[in-house]
């Protein structure tokens, strides 16, 4: 049967369907042209972790757009390395977004970094995903409405800690972390933290290490001379191999328990072998054996793409970062403007690999989740054992907290 009534003829009958052509062309009026994404990272200095990030990047771009894309269009993902450079990065994200024209702006893994482009979006009410930058300033002291963040915050991070900390009734601590936004961030959250539920606790010393520079040898013979009862460490790549190695040589570990953020992640882990430090309690991603429907199913099909290699972290945070991209221009309808966009990742839910994760509108904040757990050797390489999810929203402060913190709706 004909779309069109059939009292409609003539004259009538033409001015209808060029009317319906025009109504039905309205819908997916914006399915036009790609969706660019302008993502810059770190890529020369974190190569570990950053490698495996683009290749999750890449999976999500094509899973998205072999499905038709967003109302038809398809996404288009341009990469750019800042050189670890704050100011550099900006100057990227400029050219992206006036020669390029990206829609939207994505990544950086250094907090420094991730602040610098956040400040950038703001200025140029531009929207930004920090994909990986775990400084809490993006979400609470520095935040601004169009800053989003997607990894677990080094609040996050150190608070999942603290119970099993408290757990070990040791009483006085030693510190050691990298000596920049990331670390020190981390270092306050877990003092904090641990003060208020063991009002008794002593920090014997701290070790604060330039960021790729740390002298192991005499950090290491440091903590060993402040005779702590637990330490919490918070160094990795390349740092935390030189720690590993040189608190084990001085026994520094035996009778020592080590409390230790992102010393699970198979990046940092993998490289260690089987000096790998048995018994440290961490957070991590233990991929290997994560056993639900979701997380297998995006571990088979990032293998079916790069063959059976491990996968990072890195692998599953350049993933979700597509999809909740993905996610919040559908929201949108279509619309990859910054006030639509930050509209749409206001409440925003993503299906994920570890679950469904909310963008919370109290502070842009994702509730992606930390696992906790520890280290054990099998076929000669670290592992991660005794492991459990913790969601993120169990993590964060009290809202009340959030808002003193946040000065920003």
């Not at 119970?163 to 050691?176: G, M, Q, S």
């Not at 020592?256 to 198979?266: A, D, Y």
């Not at 990859?336 to 909310?358: H, N, Q, R, Y």
């Not at 050797?377 to 009340?400: F, I, N, Q, S």
């Amino acid at each position: 049967m004909s779309f069109f009534p059939l009292f409609a003829t003539g004259r009538g009958a033409r001015w209808l369907a060029a009317a319906c052509v025009a109504v039905l062309g309205a819908g997916p009026a914006w399915a036009q042209g790609t969706i660019k994404i302008g993502e810059i990272n770190s890529y020369k200095a974190q190569p570990v972790f950053l490698e495996a990030y683009k290749k999750g990047m890449h999976l999500a771009v094509d899973e998205v757009n072999a499905a038709g894309g967003i109302g038809g269009r398809k996404l288009e993902l341009v990469t750019r390395d800042d050189n670890a450079s704050p100011g550099e990065a900006v100057r990227l994200a400029d050219e992206l977004v006036s020669r390029e024209r990206v829609d939207l702006l994505a990544g950086t893994f250094l907090s420094h970094i991730g602040l610098a482009l956040a400040d950038y979006a703001q200025q140029k009410k531009k929207f930004f995903l920090a994909s990986e930058a775990l400084t809490d300033k993006i979400t609470w002291q520095n935040g601004n409405p169009y800053a989003y963040r997607l990894r677990s915050s080094t609040y996050m991070l150190s608070a999942a800690l603290v119970p099993d900390a408290i757990k070990l009734k040791k009483k006085r601590w030693a510190i050691v972390y990298p000596n920049y936004e990331y670390g020190q961030s981390a270092v306050d959250t877990f003092k904090k933290r641990m003060k208020e539920q063991q009002p008794d606790i002593e920090f014997v010393t701290e070790q604060a290490a330039p960021l790729g520079k740390l002298d192991a040898g005499s950090v290491a013979q440091a903590i060993a001379d402040a005779r702590p009862d637990a330490i919490f460490n918070v160094l990795f790549g390349p740092d935390l191999a030189k720690f590993v190695r040189e608190g084990t040589t001085r026994g520094l570990f035996k009778n020592t328990p080590v409390v230790s953020v992102l010393t699970g992640e198979p990046e940092y882990l993998e490289p260690l072998r089987d000096e790998a430090p048995v018994g440290w309690i961490v957070t991590g991603y233990p991929w290997y054996s994560i056993d639900t429907p979701a997380h297998k199913a995006f571990v088979a099909a990032y293998q079916a793409k790069y063959g059976k290699e491990s996968l990072r972290l890195g692998s599953v945070i350049g993933y979700d970062t597509i999809k909740s991209l993905a996610e919040g221009v559908k929201r949108a309808g279509g619309k990859t403007d910054a006030e639509s966009m930050v509209k749409a990742f206001s409440g925003l839910k993503v299906p994920t690999p570890d679950g469904t994760i909310e963008y919370r509108a109290l502070d842009h904040q994702s509730t992606l989740g930390v696992y906790v757990g520890k280290i054990a050797l099998k076929d000669g390489k670290g592992v991660m054992v005794d492991y459990r999810y913790l969601p993120g929203e169990t993590l964060l402060p009290p809202d009340a907290e959030v808002r003193k913190l946040r000065p920003v709706p």
